[in-house]
């Protein structure tokens, strides 16, 4: 390896940060469509694969620590990750201190990935020999993950009735472009349908409202009034380890360590999880507050980095929500990558190692410098010029740009489709995991039935 | 349509603003990505999003958020 490719791999690095610390001061921008197409342009554009491994990491790094930003100092969302901590950030708002608990956030943040990097590199390197006997059976483990994401999740009969629906859907569009020649028959629409299912949600909200009796139910009378915490005073302190107390240390470092465990489930699921958990042992409103978002901060960032590092070092095969969802692009993204051609099988252990560590460092150094100096007048900023608008209007150009590049003009209307069914879904409390799991299983399920009926 | 003000997906919107910023993003988005050269799906994504960031910009210049911000006294 010679110097250049590490002065990419910085290089890249900064950039992931200078544009996700923008993006996820935005509200709303939810992780997977803001992630999923810039990384899939930079995996396309052919740079190396450690290039893109740490752009990547630099950018989950940033983007899960900024996000938290909005949510705290004027209490909407930064993304999806974040919703986890909005009913403790209100209270700590109402008490007048979130612009002092950000800095508690963001050290909490740099902790989690301080125990998380290390611990998921040793994790994959362990788990790596297993890797080879189950790699042949992956079609099968994503029919299982389908049924094992739908009985943990809140509504496990909804959720198993809605897998093979949605997998019928998914083929059945796929063989509808095979079949009128539109698509070659050895290429698989995945990346489309896939942003489909992210944008569902919004998709369902917005064609909703042309039904004008439910348009003129969700007219509201007035702006959001939004208030803004003045600058904190005591800017000095930012060494991380001098902002959060000995429990809060504790708790977001050990929350951090477990989720390292159980990267194969849903990272907001973990997220609530032990943040409540931990939070729950404080019978002061406030104090559970801050201990829950200050744990929360900790385990989003292991959630991301142990969900991407352990099945793509280890696996090569996307087997967890955040490899099938945002990171989809470091597996399959052809004809660069695709599940038997991918960062796993081009890197080798120590070169995978060392674009993680560059990506997470130079995150964490930059966007922590940031954020625990300038968070307050970046929020002011995005609020006073980004308009709600402008964010939904790129979201759908996003999804329709990637579904003509997918199949073509017809495809504008089957990603709707699978928008649409899968929104309503969404709505009705079939989550994220199951849906991503199903659209992956789909070519293995449809084939299984018909085999076996 | 008339104008009308909106929440959705946590935030509030007014309806002829959005509408725009859909249309112009979209088209922008499109338009830039047909200019690219046809047989290069990498140059095609790259217009696109540069299209895209494009029509994002007009909409932040055109359409002002509404958010009514005020900043707190004392912490």
Known sequence: MDASLIIWMIGAAIMAVALYTFIGFIPGTDETSVLLPITLAIVLSGVDAMVVLSFFIAAIVTLNLTNAMPTALVNLPGGVMSSAMIEHSIVIKKAGRSAEVIKKMAAASALGVLISVPLSLVLAFFLTPFAETIAPYSGYLFIIGAIFLSLISRNKTLSLFSIIPLAVLFMALRHLYWGLGIVPEDQTITVSFFLGITIGPLLVSLFRLLNKQIFNDSIIDKENHISIPKRNKDVKKVNPFKLLSKEEKKHAGMGAMIVNFFFVLSPVGLTILIGEAFGKRYKDPFKRAVMSVTTMSGVVQATYLSGII?????????????????????????????????????????????????GAVIALLLSYTLITRYALQITKVILSYVPHEAVLGLFIAFIVLLAYMDAGFINIFGVLLVGLLSGTLNRMGVNYGVQFMSLYAAPQLVAFLIGAF | MKHALLEIWGDVVETKALVFSIVIITALTMGAHLLAPADNSTMGLFFGIGGAVLGFLICVKVIKPRRHITIEEDQ
């Open chain 1, 310 to 358: 352990i099945p793509l070092l280890a696996l090569g095969i996307p087997l967890s929500p955040v490899a099938i969802g945002p990171g989809n692009a470091l597996f399959n993204a052809p004809p660069v990558f695709d599940l038997d051609n991918n960062i796993h099988h081009i890197l080798g252990f120590s070169e995978f190692t060392l674009a993680v560590i560059i």
